[in-house]
Structure formats: C-alpha cells, structure tokens
C-alpha cells in the first residue's frame, strides 16, 4: 500500500495525462499545414491500479483496459501493434482529410485543447479540496 492516498494519486495520474495530451494537440496544431501529417491523440489512463483491493471480488480490481492482441489476419489488413507505454495513437475521430492528406482541423483541436482545460481546472480544484480536507484531518485547516 502507498502513503499517498489513491484519490491524489488518481488526480496525479489524470493531471499528467492531461498534460501530455495538451502536448499531443499542441503538435497537431502545429503540424495543421504539413502534407500528409496525420492527427494524433493520447488514449486515456488506466485506473484500475487505484481500486481499492477490500471492494473487489476475490482480491482483484473489477475494473481493468481490455487487452487486445494482434492476430495474424488484423495483421494482414494492416493493423499495428499498439506501441507500449508511448499511449499517443493516431486520431480516429477525423471531420475532414485536405487534399494533400493532412487530417488536422484547428476547429477539433481547439476543442480538444478547451476540453483538456476544463478537466485539468476540475482536477486542480479537487486537488486542493482534497488537501484542504487532509490538513483539517490533521489539524492544521
């Protein structure tokens, strides 16, 4: 078991994930004008690690990211193997391809970009309810 509560750890966790997809959409959009630049996004965390043990059935997190193994004939149609620990994949939900096959559109990154703003303004404020609370715990509040 950590010392660090699974809540702030899950808030951590989310925060740097948040993070790094801000750096993602900040490269798509950057990279709206080179032919041929496909869209890239970040898949969402895994918090699975962070159920408590005692809620779970038989000692194991109910919760878990299913694993998809790549078989010979996704192979045959193209399919990648997902690369390990990088979590930045090419993005799927595409509005519009240019002419020289770039597939970035600032209007859905903006978006993006709004919406990674918005959720890291929620986790900075639970953040700091959650320390406000340990420190009246503690009796320092």
Do not use: C, W
């Not at 993602?24 to 990279?31: L, M, R, T």
Request: net charge positive; charged share 20%.
């Amino acid at each position: 078991m950590t010392s660090t509560p699974s809540l702030l750890a899950g808030i951590g966790q989310s925060m740097k994930h948040l993070s790094e997809r801000q750096r993602v959409i900040a490269e798509n959009i950057a990279n709206g004008e080179t032919p041929g630049f496909k869209a890239r996004t970040v898949e969402a965390p895994d918090f699975s690690s962070l159920v408590d043990v005692y809620g779970s059935i038989g000692g194991k997190p109910r919760i878990s990211r299913p694993q998809v193994h790549l078989s010979g004939g996704m192979a045959a149609l193209g399919a990648r193997a997902p690369q390990a620990g990088s979590g930045v994949t090419l993005e799927s939900e595409i509005s519009e391809t240019k002419p020289d096959g770039n597939n970035v559109t600032l209007e859905d990154q903006l978006l993006k970009m709004g919406e990674v703003q918005s959720n890291f303004a929620a986790m900075t404020n639970l953040y700091r309810k959650q320390i406000g609370l340990l420190k009246t715990a503690i009796g320092r509040g």
